[in-house]
């Protein structure tokens, strides 16, 4: 059954991405999962998410470093539900290098899965929401879309840049009932973060223990991970009614990370 609400969460099969899905499949949307995985692989999330509610969950492989693929991915969503009401642009990656041993595809690669498919699935979403005169627009930035960090330089060049799409499409959407807001989380235990605790080690040229405590919480002022359902609960209240004058605004959720 189609539910009231229908959301696409890009690379939802893991971490912040899944947890944001989960809460909406709560919440009785209908949610277009995502990630560049085979559908085979991802079957049992799919059912899981599908028992939590009254809508329906699907899953959409579209690999977003892929322009082709990635123009699509959003034309498709609606194609099948009918409509897009809330978009939450989420996935992304990381590269853990100097400047100059950062490789092209590394570069290219990162400014594709989080800037140019947000581009695209934003262009094909407003004109829908414009339509009803309802619409939420997430994207997850990062805490270094806001300040930088050594090493890894396609990443905070990639989410300063989704923090400037996200200001520049909700003045453009403001006068039609569409909210556009980036949500800048500091630290989140997740395989993005597992993933760079080796590749953070080597650069470093520190243990992954000491990495942890010395590189990766040591901006984080509460020396705490943030969990990704805080990042779900603040992606489900700015599509609430309640949130409908935040628009353009960067929301940190950082442990005090950007205070400094
Ligand atoms: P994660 O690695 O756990 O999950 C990323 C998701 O994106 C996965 O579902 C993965 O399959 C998908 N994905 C990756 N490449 C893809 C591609 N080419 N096409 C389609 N899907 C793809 O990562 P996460 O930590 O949950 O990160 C989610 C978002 O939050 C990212 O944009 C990340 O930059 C941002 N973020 C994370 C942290 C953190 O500390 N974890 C902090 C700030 C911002």
């Known amino acids: 059954m189609v539910s009231e609400r229908v959301a696409l969460v890009t690379g939802s099969t893991s971490g912040i991405g899944l947890a944001i899905a989960h809460k909406f499949a709560q919440l009785n949307y209908s949610v277009a999962l995502n990630s560049f995985e085979p559908a085979d692989s991802v079957a049992g999330l799919v059912a899981e998410l599908n028992a939590l509610g009254s809508g329906e969950v699907i899953y959409f492989q579209a690999d977003l470093a892929d322009a082709a693929a990635s123009r699509a991915l959003t034309e498709e969503v609606i194609g099948h539900f009918g409509r897009l009401d809330v978009l939450v642009n989420n996935a992304g990656v990381q590269k853990v290098a100097p400047i100059e041993k950062f490789e092209d595809g590394d570069w290219h690669r990162i400014v594709a899965v989080s800037l140019d498919s947000a581009f695209h699935s934003i262009r094909t979403a407003l004109p829908g929401m414009a339509d009803r005169g309802w619409g939420r627009i997430i994207n997850i930035a990062s805490a270094h879309g806001l300040r930088a960090s050594p090493f890894k330089s396609a990443y905070v060049a990639t989410k300063h840049a989704v ?9 453009e959407a403001a006068e039609k009932g569409i909210t556009v807001n980036a949500i800048c989380p500091g630290y989140v235990w997740t395989p993005l973060v597992a993933r760079q605790v080796a590749d953070q ?4 040229g520190l243990s992954e223990e000491e990495v942890i405590r010395q590189v990766i919480l040591a901006p984080q002022p509460t020396k705490q991970f943030v969990q990704p359902e805080e990042i779900a609960e603040m992606a489900a209240y700015l599509c609430s009614d309640w949130a409908r004058s935040i628009t353009g605004s960067t929301i940190s959720i950082d442990g005090g990370w950007t205070a400094k």
């Not at 923090?163 to 003045?171: D, H, S, Y």
């Not at 080690?201 to 470093?204: E, Q, S, Y």
């Open 163 to 171: 923090v400037g799409l996200t200001k520049t499409v909700a003045l």
């Open 201 to 204: 080690a080597r650069v470093h």
